[in-house]
């Protein structure tokens, strides 16, 4: 701020270049990003669909988008099973990431092969998400290696049938979306835990608490906040969950739709050009990745001010 | 005297046992590690093996060794009707470039608040940090539409061009010239009479390499790995990116297939990038907390 009050004509006759570096970013979100947006709110008003061959609408119809979707029990059984697979692979994942971190920060184990590790965990979340479902609907098939592997050391009589069980399909995708982000979040927890003042540890340890008695009451308490940051981006990427399912079920959500996410639902509205259902769950999804993105905001910003 | 013996083999018994006890956390601390890196690899192994095996020695069952047929499955697919390489190249294309525009300005923004002070610039940044978080997929509707009407359906405008306005990025580039960018250098270069966009090009640019790297990486395998929106936009078949094409892929009546070429497909999406990875690692794994969350 000085600086400014210094040489105040020289920074003046500058600060113009702000507006012109900012150009670029604004004029590309306002075409990409705002126009679109505007237009998915303003659409979920009005009817208009394909039926057949026949256009239907666009005729204003206020809410009764949102009603159809909420009275037709797909939004709630989608947003259901969206949660549950969410839930199968977060509880895993931060379990095994506190616990991995923990290890890792621990300087009383001194761990070797720390990057040898760091990159292994990390290496499913690189891989592109349609090849790696692609890749377990072969390995988790019928006919496939898993389960020539398990009848032959003989847990099953007979191959299971993955892709045709409600729980075995929630299943692979939570366990895939766990092998994709632990090592993100592992790498995540590990860097809040560093963070942590090594003076506290030490005090503990000299009043002689155990690594585990550390754990529950000096680490666990002051990562409350990179906890809470984890838990909300989580959610917020678990409501975008798409390819992983899409496909593994082949886009059908199979065993009667019980895999079905709210973006695959939405992506099925796109396809099919019912753009008033599309509008009314795209601007569901908004408002509550809104809400969920201001407590991440909330969270990190009382942080700042400690 | 005797005191202070007791004391002395008290002490000594409790660093032994402390010793055992970090001893048996240590041994469960390996064996917890070892499991999940058997978990996180093991399919990238069987995928492996069974690229390398013909359609009717993946009948017979699993097992764990190689055959002799990778290339022959490798030849295949490259002969067969899905334009794989194409795709490939197709995704490096759309990647590289949404890759380096992303960078670019997204650093030329996070200098532009960083470096500037200007009325709107509070408003501007706060603006760009409450829209950080909102998926893309929610604008999708109103996206694909504008873009038929602007005759953009079909083309790689709409894969590209959208990632100069990434909040994510921004934020990143924003978090590291806070730390990295020393204002005595801006100024040295205005009194040398360099125009502001030469020493945004000159000197900001070469001082944000890290920054730049790790972003780079990131924005390139979002933009690689990304479905959703491709899959939207293009139709034509030698257009299609890889994801687009193993979707096809897992549509199609597989079970005719000749596998072995189906797992050359899979392998021929997954091992570039795992090898590309493991060369890149480093910066990867270390830029993943570097200015991504603040603590």
Not at chain 1, 224 to 241: A, K, N
Not at chain 2, 41 to 55: D, E, G, Q
């Amino acid at each position: 701020m000085e600086k400014t009050v210094h040489k105040s004509n020289n920074v003046n006759k500058h600060n113009r270049w702000g507006y012109i570096f900012l150009i670029p970013f604004i004029v590309v979100f306002v075409i990409f990003q705002l126009i679109p947006l505007i237009s998915t709110i303003y659409n979920s008003f009005f009817e208009n669909y394909m039926s057949g061959l026949k256009h239907v609408g666009p005729k204003f119809i206020g809410l009764a988008n949102y009603a159809k979707l909420f009275s037709s029990g797909d939004l709630p059984t989608y947003f259901k099973n969206t949660m549950i697979m969410w839930i199968l692979g977060f509880v895993p994942q931060i379990l095994v990431s506190l616990l991995l971190g923990a290890w890792f920060t621990d300087p009383s184990l001194r761990l070797k092969g720390q990057r040898f590790f760091k990159t292994v965990i990390y290496l499913p979340n690189l891989i592109m998400a349609s090849a790696f479902s692609m890749l377990f609907f072969t390995l988790f098939s019928d006919s496939g290696p898993i389960n020539s592997i398990l009848v032959s050391i003989g847990i099953f009589a007979k191959p299971y049938s993955f892709m045709s069980h409600v729980w075995s399909v929630r299943g692979l995708v939570a366990m895939m979306n766990f092998l994709m982000w632990f090592g993100n979040t592992t790498i995540l927890l590990m860097a809040g835990m560093m963070g942590i003042d090594q003076s506290l540890f030490e005090a503990a340890e000299v009043d002689g608490a155990t690594a585990r008695q550390i754990f529950f009451q000096i680490t666990l308490p002051l990562l409350r906040p990179i906890l809470i940051y984890v838990m909300i981006t989580s959610l917020i990427g678990g409501l975008q969950m798409f390819d992983v399912p899409q496909i593994l079920t082949n886009g059908k959500g199979d065993p009667m739709r019980s895999s079905m996410t709210l973006i695959m639902y939405l992506n099925k509205h796109l396809f099919s050009k019912n753009y008033g259902m599309a509008g009314a769950l795209s601007v569901i999804l908004l408002i509550i990745t809104g809400i969920l993105s201001m407590i991440v905001f909330k969270v990190s910003a009382t942080n700042e001010n400690k | 005297m005797r005191i202070s013996k007791e004391g002395i083999a008290m002490s000594e018994s409790k660093a032994n046992k402390q010793t055992n006890t970090v001893h048996a956390r240590r041994a469960l601390a390996y064996t917890v590690l070892i499991l999940l890196s058997f978990l996180c690899l093991i399919w990238f192994y069987v995928l492996f093996i069974n690229a390398t095996r013909s359609n009717n020695q993946l009948k017979t069952g699993f097992t764990p060794f190689p055959s002799t047929y990778l290339v022959r499955n490798m030849t295949n697919l490259f002969k067969g009707s899905t334009p794989v390489v194409r795709g490939m190249l197709n995704s490096l294309i759309i990647a590289a470039c949404s890759a380096t525009l992303c960078v670019y300005f997204s650093t030329m923004t996070a200098y532009g608040i960083h470096a500037y002070d200007f009325k709107g610039k509070r408003a501007i940044f706060t603006f760009i940090l409450a829209i950080m978080m909102i998926p893309t997929q929610v604008s999708a509707l109103g996206f694909i539409r504008l873009m038929s009407r602007m005759k953009l359906t079909d083309t790689y405008i709409p894969l590209i061009i959208p990632a100069i306005a990434a909040p994510v990025t921004f934020f990143y580039m924003k978090q590291y010239m806070e730390s990295n960018l020393p204002g005595s250098l801006i100024e040295a270069a205005r009194i040398d009479g360099a125009s502001e966009i030469k020493i945004f090009n000159t000197i900001v640019l070469p001082l944000m390499k890290p920054a730049i790297a790790v972003q780079a990486i990131f924005t390139f395998v979002a933009s690689w790995n990304n479905y959703f929106t491709p899959n939207l936009i293009i139709s034509s078949k030698m257009k299609k990116t890889l994801p687009i094409l193993l979707a096809e892929l897992r549509n199609s009546d597989w079970k005719t297939f000749d596998m072995g070429q189906v797992y050359a497909m899979i392998a021929f999406a997954i091992f570039p990038v795992i090898v590309v990875y493991l060369l890149l690692s480093k910066y990867i794994v270390g830029g993943v907390t570097a200015g991504g969350v603040k603590e």
